[in-house]
């Protein structure tokens, strides 16, 4: 029972490795990766911990920011002399357990920013399942403190009616070709200001047609950290890298276009 729960486990992780690099290597094939973590409704802690490990070194793009020491707050090491992650949780924000805190820390950044930093944490949710973010708060939960995420906390995959739609939510905002929609959904406007809208952290793309062809707003998306754009030197690494695997081949191109178009 127990050797064959972890052969399947592994086989599922071995898998989800295997199609995140894949999908990283071909990011304009839409591929459903990010999501296709799947945890049994008896998983472990320990499981959850060692997926967790594995997106946050991995396809969730944590150490793009984390673990720098300036950019966002060390997580898996001391931080100004309250420990690391999970040793500090619990006391961030009164009323809110470690649980708690993380996984809203994930889901929604901006409800408590740690002071010294600036938002610019992309909202996890967004781009991860919530299995994925359960797997993450266990794994921050077990660097210095106890984890108590377990199987309850974990939505059950069940409600999303028929198994057959296991890709209901394929693409940012259920696939919609909203160029618009695409923007806000893929969380774009967090750091970039289009047509009014959004915030500084990027360049602004309200006419990025007229410094950038199609090709180089396509690259600009998918790989990010191939070119620098002028005067955010600084923000390199920022932008995060798994737009290729959330978008699909339509709205990426529906975007390109959008983007090109303003001149
Ligand atoms: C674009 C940069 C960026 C990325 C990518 C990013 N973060 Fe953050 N994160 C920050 C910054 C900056 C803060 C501090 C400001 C705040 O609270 O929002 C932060 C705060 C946090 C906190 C609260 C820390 C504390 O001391 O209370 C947690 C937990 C966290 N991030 C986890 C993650 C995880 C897990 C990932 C990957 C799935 C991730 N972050 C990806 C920038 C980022
Ligand atoms: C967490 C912040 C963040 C998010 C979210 C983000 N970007 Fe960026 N983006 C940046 C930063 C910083 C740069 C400049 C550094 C660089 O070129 O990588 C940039 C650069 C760009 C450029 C190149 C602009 C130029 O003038 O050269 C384009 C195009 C772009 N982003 C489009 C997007 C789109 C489309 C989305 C949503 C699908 C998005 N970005 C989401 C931070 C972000």
């Known amino acids: 029972m127990w050797a064959t729960n972890l052969r399947i486990i592994g086989v599922v992780l071995g898998t989800l490795a295997l199609y995140t690099l894949i999908a990283n290597k071909i990011p304009q094939v839409q591929s459903d990766v990010p999501r296709a973590l799947t945890l049994g409704a008896n998983v472990t802690p320990e499981q959850l911990v060692s997926a967790g490990d594995q997106l ?4 969730g793009g944590c150490t793009a920011c ?11 090491t001391d931080e100004k002399g309250q420990g690391p992650i999970g040793a500090r949780c619990g006391k961030r924000e009164a009323g809110k357990d ?18 010294g930093y600036e938002p610019i944490m992309p909202e996890m949710g967004r781009i991860l399942s ?3 973010l359960w797997a993450l708060v266990a794994f921050l939960e077990s660097n210095g403190g106890t984890v108590d995420v377990s199987a309850s906390d974990i939505p059950s995959s069940t409600t999303s009616t028929t198994s057959t739609s296991s890709t209901p939510s394929a693409g940012i905002s259920g696939g919609s070709t909203d160029p618009m929609a695409i923007i806000r959904g893929a969380g774009c406007t967090g750091c970039h200001k289009i047509n009014g809208e959004g915030g500084a952290i990027g360049p602004e793309l309200t006419h990025v047609g007229s410094r950038l062809s199609a090709n180089l707003i396509r690259e600009s998306i998918l790989t990010p950290d191939a070119k ?8 390199k690494g920022i932008m995060p890298k798994t737009f290729g695997n959330q978008l699909t081949a339509a709205q990426l191109e529906a975007l390109v276009q959008f983007l090109v178009s303003h001149k």
């Not at 984390?66 to 707050?73: E, F, K, N, S």
């Not at 901006?110 to 002071?115: G, I, S």
């Not at 620098?228 to 030197?233: D, N, Q, R, T």
């Open 98 to 115: 470690c649980k708690a805190y993380l996984h809203e820390s994930l889901a929604s950044p901006r409800a408590y920013v740690v002071a």
């Open 66 to 76: 984390h673990g720098l020491g300036t950019r966002a707050p060390n997580l898996l």
């Open 130 to 132: 919530p299995q994925q």
């Open 228 to 235: 620098i754009a002028k005067g955010f030197e600084k923000f």
């Open 56 to 59: 946050y070194h991995g396809a």
